[in-house]
């Protein structure tokens, strides 16, 4: 609205469906175009403006750190408005954001844009109403193929495994009023992410990945407690009791195990040198190890491969997908009897129960 001698009013932003079949929840984003599609600032494209990275030597500018000013809009199933509000927009995810056309968004609520959380139950059984940001993933290296890869295993282990996941929710995008295919909501991995989940105080987490040696793969806190439990396990023989003992105290290992069976077993092949992060608080009682399950497009596809000896090998001399450093926590703690036992039977357990044939082919059934 305008008015003279006076500031133009706020943008007011809708969108209106007409006649359109809705089978999922709908996402509308509106923006000015040039903030997605231009050359020279365009965060969607290739570009003018870009630089390398993310698997390729091209610049892109798909590879920038660049946020965007949009208007997102969420439909819920029966066709309410769950929120409509500014937000900002950036590219999210890794290689995927130069090998497919389909690029994985990360929405923020920041006050600048008006609000500074999505006040909704974006992922229904989750207590959590409130939100500052969430992802919109185009199912990354699986969007060729099934687009729930990811949301499948994440789906096999809810409710039934003690282990740190992504809440997982297929959705309907357009972008501008034009369809733009299949998302799947996402809880970001962040400070946020163990506060949401398990009511931490986001500013005592500790959030790392990958190799923690490296300063830039702290995301959040520092990573002096894990790299002393990791110091620890090269100092004394795991196999005694007593160290066993006191390695229980510095990381969950229930949890742990349930992590890496779930990997192994499902097949992980971008892991563990890739798309693993693990946090804890530095208060009690959530201030043991835990890791999460993200980023799982390459489960269930080669059968030929022996997860088992690449979650293990020591010797890999390589960056990807299995160097050292990524296997020694799990080589060291399986010298121990008692985690050696436990990770087996609970192996077994799992194999012939939350990932009997039946249970995992009824849900491929269902997300498809």
Not at 86 to 113: D, E, H, M
């Amino acid at each position: 609205s305008f008015a003279q001698n006076y500031l133009p009013g706020q943008v007011q932003t809708w969108t209106y469906f007409i006649d359109e079949v809705q089978h999922l929840p709908i996402l509308s984003l509106v923006t000015d175009p040039d903030h997605l599609f231009s050359d020279s600032t365009g965060i969607y494209v290739q570009g003018t403006a870009g630089i390398p990275g993310y698997c390729t030597e091209v610049p892109h500018n798909v590879n920038q750190d660049w946020e965007r000013p949009v208007n997102i809009e969420l439909f819920e199933q029966d066709g309410s408005v769950a929120f409509n509000q500014g937000a900002g927009v950036s590219i999210f995810g890794g290689c995927s954001r130069v090998r497919y056309p389909i690029k994985s968004l990360a929405l923020y609520a920041r006050n600048v844009y008006g609000k500074g959380s999505f006040d909704h139950q974006i992922f229904p059984g989750k207590s959590n109403d409130s939100y500052q940001s969430f992802i919109l993933r185009a199912a990354a290296d699986d969007q060729p193929f099934t687009l729930f890869r990811d949301g499948l295993a994440q789906m096999l282990v809810k409710d039934v495994i003690d282990v740190d996941m992504q809440a997982y929710r297929p959705a309907v995008l357009y972008i501008n009023g034009e369809y733009w295919g299949i998302h799947n909501l996402r809880e970001k991995i962040n400070e946020h992410y163990p506060a949401d989940n398990h009511g931490v105080d986001p500013d005592s987490v500790e959030l790392l990945t990958r190799n923690p040696e490296n300063p830039r793969n702290v995301l959040a806190g520092d990573a002096e407690h894990y790299n002393a439990m990791i110091q620890y396990l090269r100092d004394h023989d795991i196999s005694l009791d007593q160290h066993y003992q006191y390695l229980r105290t510095q990381m969950d290992v229930d949890e742990y195990i349930n992590y890496q069976v779930v990997q192994i077993f499902l097949g992980g092949q971008d892991w563990p040198g890739n798309n693993i992060k693990f946090w804890r608080s530095r208060q009690a009682p959530h201030h043991r190890w835990r890791w999460v399950l993200y980023d799982l497009d390459h489960l269930l596809k080669t059968f030929h491969l022996d997860i088992m000896e690449e979650a293990t090998e020591e010797d890999c001399n390589c960056t990807w997908p299995n160097p050292s450093w990524s296997t020694y926590l799990f080589r060291r703690l399986l010298e121990n009897q008692e985690f050696r036992q436990e990770f087996t039977q609970r192996f077994a357990l799992y194999a012939n129960t939350h990932f009997s044939r039946e249970r995992i082919h009824s849900f491929i059934d269902s997300l498809q």
